[in-house]
């Protein structure tokens, strides 16, 4: 058993996979194509990422891959807790700038799915944060793309404030949505 929630914005849901708990601890599917194309969400993955970040407020996005590698990507917590967002950034999209966030947890065992065309980032509500996602193109570096996490124009409510954060030098230096071409057209 799989549950799928659709989250308001195309295609971006959260998932929960069945977990089944007895005396030596539990068992889950973190992930089962089949499963989950009857549930509606058809991917096909080709990389599996992990992330460790030391401190509450790491922050890493927004991220996104350009075509021909922009990437479907299924995120979950092994350890920890994330706030997670994802981004429209389609050309032309009703939702173009809008963003969804939730909170992921190895407590809640949930997952978020962030498709292509949109724009994905996190921070870290714990230290000692672990992440893991599938994502469904290869890492390209040249393909690979940062946009600012607090672009006004997008305005997410981070839960950590700013000076809490810890960012890598590449999305110090990130841009504005407004001064990419994301290469993304909606359809
Ligand atoms: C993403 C990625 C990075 N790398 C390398 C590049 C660099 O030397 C080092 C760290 O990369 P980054 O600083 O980009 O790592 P990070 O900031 O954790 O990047 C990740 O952030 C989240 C939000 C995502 O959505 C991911 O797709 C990815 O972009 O790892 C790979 O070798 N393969 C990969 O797939």
Same mark, same amino acid.
């Given at each position: 058993m799989v549950e799928v929630r659709k989250l308001g914005l195309d295609g971006v849901c959260e998932i929960w996979p069945a977990k089944i708990e007895d005396a030596r601890g539990f068992f889950s599917e973190t992930w089962n194509a089949e499963k989950l194309a009857h549930a509606g969400v058809a991917v096909e993955f080709v990389q599996d990422n992990q992330s460790f970040s030391r401190?509450?407020?790491?922050? #890493?996005?927004?991220?996104?891959?350009? %075509?021909?590698?922009?990437? @479907?990507?299924? =995120?979950? /917590?092994?350890?920890?807790?994330?706030?997670?967002?994802?981004?429209?950034?389609?050309?032309?999209?009703?939702?173009?700038?809008?963003?969804?966030?939730?909170?992921?947890?190895?407590r809640d065992w949930n997952q978020i799915l962030v498709p292509k065309g949109f724009a994905h980032g996190f921070v870290t509500l714990e230290p000692d944060?672990?992440?893991?996602?599938?994502?469904?193109?290869?890492?390209?570096?040249?393909?690979? #793309?940062?946009?600012?996490?607090?672009? %006004?124009?997008?305005?997410? @409510?981070?839960? =950590?404030? /700013?000076?809490?954060?810890?960012?890598?030098?590449?999305?110090?230096?990130?841009?504005?949505?407004?001064?990419?071409?994301?290469?993304f057209v909606y359809a």
């Open positions: 401190a509450r407020g790491v922050m #890493r996005g927004l991220h996104y891959q350009t %075509p021909p590698f922009a990437q @479907d990507k299924l =995120v979950r /917590v092994l350890r920890g807790a994330i706030f997670d967002v994802a981004v429209d950034i389609r050309k032309g999209s009703p939702s173009f700038g809008k963003w969804i966030g939730l909170t992921l947890s190895d944060t672990e992440v893991v996602y599938k994502v469904s193109a290869p890492y390209s570096q040249p393909h690979d #793309r940062s946009i600012r996490f607090d672009d %006004p124009d997008i305005g997410i @409510d981070w839960p =950590v404030a /700013v000076a809490e954060m810890v960012l890598s030098a590449k999305d110090a230096a990130a841009p504005r949505l407004n001064e990419v071409e994301t290469g």
